[in-house]
């Protein structure tokens, strides 16, 4: 219960509460219950809205006709809520559901860690910042749709390739079909091969020599032989070469865990019945 109470989540989600309920009793008593105030912030912010639309600003006889409506329906949802209406319309409490949770999230979304809690925070998710294993290769292709035993046929292909030329690409076996990709690829980022030619083709290439014309690899297609020129293995980088997407992630994280908190905060304060 100690640990619990000195949770930093708990202490965000507290401070929600208490701000949010100071925030409504501060603003009933300002304006009272019968008042409708149109600030200069809000008429501003109409116009601004208008001027998204339209590009232009609007004309003062359209900022009145704005003012105006904005009017109308502040008068309508009061007198909506007075009667209770906003009771069972799943739209209005999925609304005011995201509003509640944008203004809790608010709270820590410039919250800051101290740089040994990035650091923790850090080595804890850094496989989720991993580079992806590059490759420049070539390829020949031997298509499964179109031969009898395109495996085959592959490895006869190198069978016959000149042993001398096995280390230079641009000796590359005579054999091969038709495919809508290069023969050579430059530079590949893995996902994108896995995308392209399927998982068999790309887990094959991390245990495939270099330089060196080998095969017959599988893909979702048929069979390649493979001249492998660069492989650039993946990595996990550096904090500083990718700390503003980690704190951007680590205040996304915080946000969530303080939206849980918070709710099961609430949920022990009602009396709730599945029945």
Do not use: C
């Amino acid at each position: 219960m100690r640990a619990f109470l000195r949770d930093p989540v708990l202490h965000f989600a507290a401070l929600g509460v208490v701000l949010f309920a100071a925030f409504l009793v501060l603003d009933q008593n300002e304006r009272g219950p019968d008042a409708i105030v149109v600030s200069e912030a809000l008429q501003a912010q109409l116009a601004a809205r208008f001027e998204r639309v339209w590009r232009r600003p609007p004309q003062p006889a359209e900022l009145d006709g704005l003012i105006d409506d904005w009017i109308r329906e502040e008068l309508a949802n009061r007198e909506a809520q007075a009667m209770g209406l906003q009771y069972g319309d799943q739209v209005v409490r999925r609304r005011l559901r995201q509003k509640y949770e944008s203004f809790m999230d608010a709270l820590t979304s410039t919250v800051t860690p101290a740089e040994s809690e990035l650091e923790s925070w850090y080595a804890e998710h850094a496989d989720d910042y991993r580079t992806d294993a590059r490759y420049t290769l070539r390829q020949r292709f031997f298509s499964r749709d179109r031969r009898e035993d395109a495996r085959a046929d592959a490895a006869a292909a190198l069978a016959v390739h000149d042993p001398g030329a096995a280390t230079d690409p641009g000796r590359e076996p005579a054999a091969g079909d038709a495919l809508p990709l290069p023969q050579r690829l430059q530079d590949v980022r893995l996902t994108e091969l896995r995308a392209r030619l399927g998982d068999d083709f790309a887990l094959k290439l991390e245990s495939l020599p270099l330089r060196h014309w080998t095969g017959p690899v599988p893909s979702a297609f048929g069979y390649h032989l493979v001249f492998i020129e660069e492989r650039r293995p993946s990595q996990i980088p550096m904090l500083a070469d990718v700390r503003d997407a980690a704190l951007r992630d680590w205040r996304a994280q915080q946000q969530k865990d303080a939206r849980e908190s918070l709710y099961a905060e609430l949920r022990d304060r009602y009396d709730v019945q599945i029945r």
